[in-house]
């Protein structure tokens, strides 16, 4: 009986409610928040960082390298003033604080509790844990605790079938959580930006009830590094790749082109042209096709090669040795590895998506949003023969580093949680 209550509840969690509900949810929340805010000045400088997923499991993705970037500049946050403490949670669990990234063998698990010059910094991507504990957060809010979150993408909402199931109801329960309870929600480019705030209008019907700010990516991949070390093995391997090897960097899964990428690849093979291409990332999710396509093709392990569980310095190696990076995603918040090629001084071939075109200046070229493999294929012999020509020309992005990241949102921080008890 109990197992059958568990999975009806479990069941009932995910499903959509209806909007009417999440409109007033959101509209009661904002009031309450007003006057919560209007009764507290600053005292306390606790700063909660949400590291839920990552402290659990953390499988190197692009958005995990960007919360682990900043996280691990904690004393960037303590010469602001903050008294840094990770949190995580988990169903049974309320967020509580815990080690990291040294784990210590038994966690206190007592819900945190916090006061007027707090902030709550949900950096993790933690679909689970905040719908679980909406009502914790709620109250840290209540007790004058100001509540930020990092958005990487809007994805899930706007686009459900590119997920597995239900991850666009658990995904939109979070995002209405957001709406209602945070003072700053940060985003990850511009373009994460302008989709948040037309998918509160579009989803719950409402303008953004709370300020936004775009966080500048770090481009070093050495500063958020999940894993060290290489293998013989792999340093063997790398040593025998040939001038004429192309990269791509992602999670395995439906939106990030690699189909289109193995098709294009497919034509040139045939054509006769010897390029090596090497896909770096793990298995995700809906690619059971694309991973039978992927092993029994009969380049692979000769020029076509798939490393899913590299460490992070491997990564730098491949960087380092490729000739150039192709990104097909047909959709991002961001796109970390292409700002990371350019840091190598690497050619980028991207899909032509409006959030890619923000790095035109640094050298990026660009293939057809809806290219057929046989245009694909195409721009990419083009491309790759205006690097054999020194015709592309590489401008490093920006010099910024995972420090100066965590140095903005510290800056952002403390202006949304003064040290000083002025009156809010």
Not at 13 to 35: D, G, M, V, Y
Not at 61 to 90: L, P
Not at 323 to 339: N, Q
Not at 382 to 399: F, K, L, N, Q, Y
Request: hydrophobic fraction near 40%.
């Amino acid at each position: 009986m109990r197992r059958i209550f568990k999975k009806v509840r479990r069941h009932l969690e995910i499903q959509a409610e209806p909007k009417w509900l999440e409109q007033l949810k959101i509209f009661t929340s904002r009031k309450k928040i007003q006057n919560w805010r209007a009764r507290y000045t600053a005292g306390h400088r606790n700063l909660f960082i949400d590291i839920t997923v990552i402290a659990a499991n953390d499988a190197g993705t692009g958005i995990q390298r960007v919360v682990r970037g900043i996280a691990a500049q904690a004393d960037i946050f303590e010469q602001h003033g903050w008294n840094v403490q990770f949190v995580a949670a988990s169903r049974a669990h309320p967020y509580h604080r815990i080690s990291w990234p040294v784990k210590r063998a038994v966690a206190d698990k007592t819900p945190i509790q916090g006061g007027a010059g707090d902030v709550f910094l949900g950096l993790d991507y933690s679909l689970d844990a905040v719908r679980f504990h909406e009502g914790q957060i709620r109250s840290l809010a209540s007790s004058g605790v100001r509540i930020a979150f990092l958005i990487h993408d809007l994805l899930p909402i706007d686009r459900p079938e590119w997920f597995p199931p239900q991850t666009g109801n658990r995904f939109r329960k979070w995002l209405r959580i957001l709406a209602s309870l945070s003072d700053l929600v940060l985003c990850n480019s511009s373009q994460t930006e302008k989709d948040f705030k037309a998918a509160l209008a579009t989803h719950f019907k409402i303008t953004t009830p709370c300020e936004t700010n775009v966080i500048p990516m770090g481009t070093d991949v050495s500063g958020s590094m999940h894993s060290l070390g290489t293998s013989e093995d792999f340093m063997s391997w790398l040593g025998n790749l040939p001038h004429q090897t192309f990269l791509t960097v992602s999670t395995l899964e439906p939106r990030k082109g690699h189909s289109d990428l193995l098709e294009a690849f497919s034509r040139l093979w045939e054509l006769g042209h010897d390029y090596n291409l090497v896909l770096v990332g793990r298995s995700g999710w809906k690619v059971d096709d694309l991973v039978l396509k992927l092993t029994q093709h009969p380049e692979y392990n000769k020029r076509l090669h798939w490393k899913s569980d590299l460490s992070d310095e491997e990564l730098i190696h491949i960087y380092e040795r490729c000739k150039g990076l192709i990104f097909p995603s047909l959709a991002e918040g961001y796109g970390l590895p292409l700002v990371e090629a350019l840091n190598h001084q690497k050619p980028v071939l991207a899909r032509d998506i409006e959030v890619f075109r923000d790095h035109e200046a640094c050298g990026v070229r660009y293939f057809p949003e809806n290219a057929t493999p046989e245009v694909f294929a195409d721009h990419i012999n083009e491309w790759a023969d205006m690097i054999d020509r020194g015709e592309i020309t590489i401008v490093r992005p920006s010099s910024r580093t995972w420090r100066h990241s965590a140095e903005y949102v510290a800056q952002l921080l403390d202006e949304l949680a003064p040290d000083s008890p002025t009156p809010l």
